[in-house]
């Protein structure tokens, strides 16, 4: 890595030397070339083979850290991937074969717009709901599903190599999760196709030139996607590659390759091994291409170094041509300092180097930007200082792990919140590479960091959705069951009763008829808070009124309220009276008053039942019982014909 400053390379010739009295004119002017001609030519070679390792170098760290930044874009794809494949798993082991995908993508839950299909594949193979319309479609021959039919300890995304998709009809990469039942059982997989080329769009935001490539390779040797020369491809074997060959012993490494393993253009390598994936990503720059700028001079330098031996000017002369090609030689690296910091700067990712003590030494433009603060407040900072105050030791610890790992098991990768400058909060994806000098200590560690804030507000968006009714903002029914379920495990463990309560508006249709469905979701809305104000913090209430993915969810006036802690039915009376005389107020919609009142069952635990089934079919028939002897009422027993 270039230094801030840099130093220019000690001049190469000597001041003309003093000649004494008597020495022969001649033989000390053709001495005086001789050695001049050795020394210049001996240099000029000297410098131009410095110059193109220097190049070669150049191109290998500006291609390391181009391969940080592809792998950075991979992981994220494949952890977006993971993520909706995990969300559509959960809810089929919920939900079963009723699950819905395409009315989830055209109501925006799943949002990836490069993941072309997402299926669920049941263990015969057989697709029982996806996106797109499929037909009957087994994927039972699939190497996903193959793979993730035999089981394993892990539960991890499988990335397929490129097929003909069944449902598509063109090229997709296939990523499939492997579903398990409760029993442990086997029980299908979702998998979801992304275009080859998705993978390779990198290619347009780095510059490695006309002849530059990119590459996705699965360990298994299979190409994922390619992209050399502006041409992309997918598909081909990479077992035979030199780069593959040698990820074996290193995981990551730069290589030149001399012979053009690919489309026969030579080329500078650096390659990565993918953290957490069976995968590895490869950038190179056309050799030729890197080389140029370097081959340009080396014309100058010989035609430099022809002139002055042919012409064997005087001490003088040659003089003047070993400073001009210092100026040259320091032109030329003033040059490639410029082309290094436009680099950095304008790269699309932030980017910093932090000491092994967490102080920051430069960062590019995008870092500064993020963050909102200049290049000299920010070195005036640790990126501890930067961090959330209850983060800060855990970030010490990080960087002291990443800085004595050598082994690639150890994830460089995290993800992270910075406190920006004016107190905002920016959740990045992070990843870590050391600097090591001569002795193989850290030098300085390179920090690449990716805004995810907007990924952030969409798990969390997600999360909330998938457990709350969006009409009222309660608990739904999955929420419902798992606090009921977990206030009766607690019961269990320490005891003591508990109890639940089911509600069901009387006269809640009349509303809807009289003054329509806008002002009956008022009425919903008004209920809801009215029912948590009759229950203890520690109390949960939910609206019970049917699947929030279909429109007759809107009509339902069932409500449940689980009592955490009860001593005995009297308890259960005194929360249902609180809540008839709640719900016997008058409600205002819009300039409309309303009346209504509820029918409210109960049941308690363990006398009415022992798990969350047979207390809510009592409750429910206890409801019923509540309604028949003329609503406005509560009842613990179940009506006649009921439970």
């Not at 996903?144 to 499988?158: I, S, V």
């Not at 850290?442 to 804030?453: C, N, Y």
């Not at 008839?580 to 819009?590: E, H, N, S, Y």
Request: charged share 25%.
């Amino acid at each position: 890595m270039p230094n801030d400053e840099m130093t220019p390379p000690p001049d190469a010739a000597q001041p003309p030397r003093r000649y004494r009295p008597g020495t022969p004119l001649s033989l000390a002017i053709a001495l005086a070339c001789i050695a001049a001609i050795a020394g210049l030519w001996l240099v000029t070679l000297q410098r131009i083979a410095f110059e193109r390792e220097q190049a070669v170098v150049s191109a290998m760290r500006s291609n390391a850290g181009l391969a940080i930044a592809f792998e950075q874009q991979v992981f994220r794809t494949l952890k977006a991937a993971e993520q909706v494949a995990a969300f559509v798993r959960e809810q089929y082991l919920q939900q079963g074969a009723d699950i819905n995908l395409r009315e989830w993508v055209a109501q925006g839950v799943i949002r990836e717009a490069m993941f072309t299909i997402v299926s669920v594949v049941d263990e015969r193979g057989d697709i029982v709901s996806s996106s797109r319309e499929t037909g009957a479609v087994n994927y039972a021959d699939r190497a996903f599903f193959r793979a993730l039919q035999g089981g394993g300890a892990r539960d991890e995304l499988f990335v397929s190599g490129p097929v003909l998709g069944r449902v598509s009809g063109q090229w997709r990469i296939p990523m499939a999760l492997r579903i398990v039942r409760g029993d442990g059982r086997f029980g299908g997989v979702v998998v979801m196709s992304v275009d080859p080329a998705n993978f390779t769009d990198f290619y347009r935001q780095a510059d490695l030139g006309e002849q530059g490539l990119l590459e996705l390779a699965g360990l298994d040797g299979v190409v994922r996607g390619r992209k050399a020369g502006g041409t992309a491809s997918f598909g081909a074997d990479a077992r035979g590659l030199p780069w593959f060959q040698r990820r074996a012993a290193a995981p990551e490494g730069d290589l030149v390759d001399a012979g053009g393993a690919v489309d026969g253009v030579p080329r500078i390598l650096s390659y990565r091994s993918m953290a957490g994936y069976p995968l590895m990503v490869t950038v190179g720059t056309a050799y030729d291409e890197v080389l140029a700028p370097v081959m340009q001079r080396r014309a100058n330098y010989l035609a430099v170094a022809a002139g002055a031996s042919g012409t064997l000017l005087c001490f003088a002369l040659l003089l003047i041509a070993v400073l001009a090609r210092q100026r040259a030689v320091a032109d030329a690296l003033a040059s490639s300092e410029g082309l290094f910091r436009a680099t950095f700067h304008q790269a699309a990712t932030g980017i910093a180097h932090i000491a092994p003590d967490g102080r920051i030494l430069r960062a590019n433009d995008k870092f500064c930007r993020m963050l909102g603060y200049a290049l000299d407040e920010l070195r005036q900072r640790t990126v501890f200082d930067l961090g959330e105050e209850g983060e800060r030791d855990a970030a010490r610890r990080f960087l002291a792990r990443r800085l004595s790992a050598h082994s690639p098991v150890f994830s460089p990768e995290m993800e992270k919140a910075y406190r920006r400058k004016d107190g905002g909060v920016l959740w990045v994806y992070e990843a870590l590479g050391v600097v090591r000098d001569a002795q193989g200590r850290p030098d300085f560690l390179v920090a690449v960091t990716q805004d995810i804030s907007a990924r952030k507000e969409l798990e969390e968006r997600l999360s909330h959705d998938a457990l709350h009714d969006a009409l009222t903002g309660l608990p739904n029914r999955v929420m419902f069951h798992d606090r009921f379920d977990r206030v009766l495990e607690s019961a269990r463990r320490h005891g003591r009763h508990a109890a639940v309560l089911y509600v069901d508006l009387d006269g809640f249709k009349s509303v809807n008829d009289h003054w329509g469905h806008a002002a009956g979701d008022m009425l919903l809305q008004q209920v809801a808070r009215r029912l948590e104000g009759c229950v203890r913090a520690e109390d949960t209430v939910a609206r019970l009124g049917g699947d929030e993915d279909t429109v007759a969810r809107l009509g339902g006036d069932e409500f449940g309220i689980v009592l955490a802690a009860v001593e005995h039915a009297d308890d259960c009376e005194v929360v249902a009276g609180k809540v008839l005389a709640a719900l016997a107020q008058p409600f205002a919609l819009d300039g409309a008053v309303a009346r209504i009142s509820a029918s409210v069952g109960g049941a308690l635990f363990p006398v009415h039942g022992s798990d969350a089934r047979a207390l809510l079919a009592h409750a429910d028939a206890a409801m019923y019982g509540a309604k028949q002897a003329g609503k406005n009422r509560f009842s613990l027993e179940a009506a006649p014909g009921q439970g």
